[in-house]
């Protein structure tokens, strides 16, 4: 427990494997993650690790005690994906291998991993990607794989990890394609969840639905930007008013999209809209 008390951060474990015709071995080796990828620290920990694997859902234990570890897995075949770390309950970032991470690739698109391992993976690699410790083509190769996510904290934490990549491609040539890529995977996922409340929405229905629609419509989807433009004439010249729950993402979809005009009368709503915290 010292190993954990006594000194501050918290691990990442480099995962690969080794197999045979009959056995599959994982080797570990562990580092301090460090969020500017600094790789001096002489750090260790005890670090508590369980595996899972296509052919066992059973999780396997194993204790690392020192810089380097070998698992051998039960029941694991040869070409098996492997999810170390499963349902995240373990402190520590998973560096898997570019074999093992194609690997996961499909259980991440047909969901044979739950959400919290489908949450897990990607906030791990988004997180070494932006330390240094692993490359940005590995996590957008992944943020294809979840063009099936249905799970609202899965995709918000996606949208958030894909905003903050925005930031670095806005003035790059890429930028097209990275916006093609955004729209790709949440594009479907709002024709099925739709643009009007319904009976049997739940509270992140609710959320999921402006999430989408914000997107959406700063990735240059042009249906979606067509159809924030039409709601917003209707809602401004007193026709059929915009729903409060995705009132805020057209608002700001219109206004990336359109002109001078737009920002008028967005500061016309703004300055004659009444609201205790604008009073106070």
């Given at each position: 427990?010292?190993?954990?008390?006594?000194?501050?951060?918290?691990?990442?474990?480099?995962?690969?494997v080794v197999?045979?015709?009959?056995?599959?071995?994982?080797?570990?080796?562990?580092?301090?993650?460090?969020?500017?990828?600094?790789n001096s620290?002489?750090?260790?920990?005890?670090?508590?690790?369980?595996?899972?694997?296509?052919?066992?859902?059973?999780?396997?234990?194993?204790?690392?005690?020192?810089?380097?570890?070998?698992?051998?897995?039960?029941?694991?075949?040869?070409?098996?994906?492997?999810?170390?770390?499963?349902?995240?309950?373990?402190?520590?970032?998973?560096?898997?291998?570019?074999?093992?991470?194609?690997?996961?690739?499909?259980?991440?698109?047909?969901?044979?991993?739950?959400?919290?391992?489908?949450?897990?993976?990607?906030?791990?690699?988004?997180?070494?990607?932006?330390?240094?410790?692993?490359?940005?083509?590995?996590?957008?190769?992944?943020?294809?794989?979840?063009?099936?996510?249905?799970?609202?904290?899965?995709?918000?934490?996606?949208?958030?990890?894909?905003?903050?990549?925005?930031?670095?491609?806005?003035?790059?040539?890429?930028?097209?394609?990275?916006?093609?890529?955004?729209r790709k995977?949440?594009?479907?996922?709002?024709?099925?969840?739709?643009?009007?409340?319904?009976?049997?929405?739940?509270?992140?229905?609710?959320?999921?639905?402006?999430?989408?629609?914000?997107?959406?419509?700063?990735?240059?989807?042009?249906?979606?930007?067509?159809?924030?433009?039409?709601?917003?004439?209707?809602?401004?010249?007193?026709?059929?008013?915009?729903?409060?729950?995705?009132?805020?993402?057209?608002?700001?979809?219109?206004?990336?999209?359109?002109?001078?005009?737009?920002?008028?009368?967005?500061?016309?709503?703004?300055?004659?809209?009444?609201?205790?915290?604008?009073?106070?």
């Open positions: 427990m010292s190993t954990w008390t006594g000194q501050v951060g918290y691990p990442m474990l480099t995962v690969d197999e045979t015709s009959d056995s599959v071995t994982l080797h570990i080796k562990q580092q301090k993650f460090c969020a500017n990828g600094d620290s002489e750090q260790q920990w005890l670090v508590p690790v369980t595996v899972v694997s296509q052919s066992r859902d059973t999780p396997q234990c194993y204790l690392l005690d020192g810089r380097e570890g070998k698992i051998v897995l039960e029941g694991a075949r040869p070409g098996d994906w492997v999810k170390v770390n499963p349902k995240q309950i373990g402190l520590f970032r998973v560096k898997y291998s570019d074999d093992l991470l194609k690997r996961l690739l499909p259980a991440v698109k047909n969901q044979a991993l739950d959400s919290a391992d489908r949450l897990g993976i990607q906030q791990d690699l988004f997180a070494l990607a932006k330390a240094g410790y692993s490359n940005t083509a590995n996590l957008l190769t992944l943020m294809g794989s979840y063009e099936t996510e249905r799970n609202y904290v899965v995709l918000s934490s996606i949208n958030t990890n894909l905003s903050d990549l925005a930031g670095l491609f806005n003035h790059l040539p890429c930028y097209e394609q990275f916006k093609a890529m955004r995977i949440f594009s479907k996922i709002l024709s099925e969840v739709g643009w009007e409340n319904k009976e049997t929405d739940g509270h992140t229905d609710a959320l999921l639905r402006s999430m989408l629609i914000g997107t959406l419509g700063h990735s240059g989807d042009t249906e979606v930007i067509e159809k924030c433009q039409e709601m917003f004439k209707q809602h401004i010249s007193g026709g059929k008013q915009i729903p409060a729950d995705i009132r805020g993402s057209v608002y700001s979809t219109v206004r990336s999209s359109g002109g001078d005009s737009v920002y008028e009368d967005l500061l016309t709503i703004f300055k004659e809209t009444r609201s205790p915290r604008r009073e106070r």
